[in-house]
């Protein structure tokens, strides 16, 4: 009996030490802020995030949400292994009135900071009438 635990023992103490010496999903982004600058009311811009898993796990975004219904989140659904790059499309239609504007997208997903946030800003200004 005392075998089979010390063989137990053994085989756990040897998982959880490997499983701590691997490094868990986690994005590095290009930019996690985007300036549109001036864009005329009622045209949508669109900017894709890229990033790169730089983790030893393969990377799953689960959820993105946007802070408003004028910005719409497209990501990349399949798992992105080591090393593998991906896309957050992030498209802005802006409906209202000329004013600066500042949007933010979260991600959840299973990286080592499993909630990111990415930020779009700019102005939107009256559509010239040419």
Known sequence: MKKILVLFAFVLGFGV??????????????????DFGKIPMGKPVTYDFKYTNVGEEP?????????????????????????????????????????????????????????KVLYIKGETVAASSK
């Open 17 to 34: 030490i490997a499983n701590a010496q691997s490094k868990p999903a986690d994005f590095k982004f290009e930019s996690e802020t985007h």
């Open 59 to 115: 990377l799953i975004i689960t959820k993105a949400e946007a802070s408003c219904g004028c910005t719409v989140p497209k990501y990349t659904s399949t798992p992105i292994k080591k090393g593998e790059t991906g896309v957050i499309s992030v498209t802005f239609n802006a409906a209202a009135g000329p004013s600066a504007f500042s949007k933010a997208v979260t991600l959840t997903s299973n990286a080592k900071t499993p909630v």
